[in-house]
């Protein structure tokens, strides 16, 4: 059966992004964003997807825009909402929505498991998820890491598996 699951790295207020970008450089964060979803389907909004503009490897690449005619690079797919773009990773065991807000919101209700990096500091970015509700879950620490000289900020890593 197919798992639909979100990832996401978020500050003690919830920010996730500024100015379009990550608002950290946290190295061991996206390894474990990238040895996560490697081999699976990632479903993202157009403005995450403009972060990075090129296909993550090892991955099926989908892309949400309400533009049918927005232009990615070769490997990668636009559909016209999260659920067309579910409905073309149905291949994948597991799906995973990366982000931005508006799709990790819709998808909440509908998650089996929710990835999620807490960075232990508060960032005066733009993005910002409300606060989920994770009392249908049950939640455990996959990781901490403490900082150091490439990690400016401390951060734990939770799985929310729903019950
Ligand atoms: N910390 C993290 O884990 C994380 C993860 C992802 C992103 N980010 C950051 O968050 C920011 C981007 O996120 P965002 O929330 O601003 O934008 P986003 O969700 O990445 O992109 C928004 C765009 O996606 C399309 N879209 C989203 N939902 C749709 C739907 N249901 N149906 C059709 N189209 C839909 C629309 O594109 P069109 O306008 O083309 O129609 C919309 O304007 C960046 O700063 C990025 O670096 C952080």
Known sequence: MQNLSLIYARSLNHCI???????WHLPADYD???????????????????????KLDGRLNLVVSKNPHYETAQGVTVAGSLEAAMNLATESQEVFVIGGVPLLVAAFDKADRVYETRINTTVDGD?????????????????????DEQHAFSFDIYLHQRH
């Open 17 to 23: 992004g500024a100015a379009g970008k990550l608002p």
């Open 127 to 147: 993005t910002f998820l409300p606060e989920f509700d994770f009392s249908d879950f049950e939640t455990s620490t996959l990781a901490h890491h403490a900082i």
């Open 32 to 54: 474990f964003f990238d040895q996560t979803t490697r081999g699976h389907a990632i479903i993202m909004g157009r403005r995450t997807y403009e972060d990075h503009n090129s």
